[in-house]
């Protein structure tokens, strides 16, 4: 059973399907897993037994019967704790929801449920979301799989950890603006960031609901499509028979090139030369409307979140951590008008774009631009954390701004991946192209 949490969940889930893995056994293999982990207090913030062991019995039954609802039926499965379940705390990793305990699940876990998913716990995260390191004095700061002393990115970053230290096989995550993504990254794992407005964001805690995104952290780009489809209900992005050949990437150079730390550049240049050896043609662009972007974004994030979370911050700022709490109160620098001209400017400049990209089955970056940073140099210097914030976020932000949805793919670097970006609601096409990708990278 122990070679259980090596697998990916597809292979799981036939096993399950092939009658070699008992959905109870190995929801029980996996709870066993995380309560041993010697880090497993700074992956989970809870797990759910009694709700996984119901859950895996009765995929268990069906099993038996023929009868699955799904090719991830009996799989489990770590929901980053913003995502509302019913009867159970969820809290986003922040003392201003403490103890709070919704009455029903989240839209997207009612739809995993229904596809015969086993919810196995709830993963630590940054405070509300709102930073892209991962580190949470207030909950709980999860181990990059490198080192333990070092972030493993954020928001999402027990849910990566809850997969690349094997007491997790899928987890589901948020990316606002980065979320999925970096920590998928640090981590060496798939991360999928999907079109803002595609899935449910119904029972999710909002940061910025005008970015907010759910989407998979996976160990292939084969799970996660699969996740998606459990998360809509839906039938998953067919991927056979994915190849590159005859694909056109755009590298853009624009920014997110700029001061890239030389681990990530180098694995970077060497998956592109993959990339091309197995028949894709990558052709170097300039695009200035990335930089106008993200000059002209200032309002929107911290404006939006702000107004989401005023109340609620000024009852109680002193349970907040200090970083975090600056980050939402500047959005109190920022009028009506400024934001709206903010987002009519987005808007202009995202139809450029669309247009400059849409000759090209995506667009190509290095995923991160440094390295995970160590979680005492973060603790010590307050300028230091907000640089590394920043230069953390400042790639996968290109596709929050931009409208995309966006895949990372591990290099075989440690904490160096690769992004491909292309348009909104491409979801299928761009998993299609990241599988044929995957296999240039093996």
Known sequence: MQEWLKMSAAELGRGIEAGQIDPVDLAQTYLDAAAAHPLSTRIYARLTPERAIAEATAASARAKAGQRLSPLDGVPISWKDLFDTAGIVTEAGSALLKDRVPSEDAEVLQAATMMGTVCIGKTHMSELAFSGLGYNPITQTAPCVHDPDAVSGGSSSGAAASIAHDVAPLAIGSDTGGSVRLPAVWNDLVGLKTTAGRVSLKGVVPLVKSFDTVGPLARTVEDAALALSVLEGQRPADLRGAKLKGARFAVLKTLALDEVEPE????????????????????????????????????????????????????????????????????ANFSAPDFVAAWETLSALREIWDARIAGFDAVLMPSCAIMPPKITDLEADEAFYVERNLAALRNTRIGNLMGCCALTLPTGVPSCGIMLNTLPMQEERLLRIGAAAEAALA
């Open 264 to 331: 990530p550049l180098a694995a970077f240049q060497a998956a592109s030369m993959k990339l091309e050896a197995a028949g894709a043609e990558l052709i170097e662009i300039e695009a200035p409307e990335v930089v106008d972007a993200i000059s002209h974004a200032g309002p929107l994030y911290p404006g939006e979140a702000y107004g989401m979370w005023r109340t609620e911050i000024e009852a109680k700022p002193d349970v907040m951590y200090a970083q975090v709490l600056g980050r939402f109160r500047a959005g």
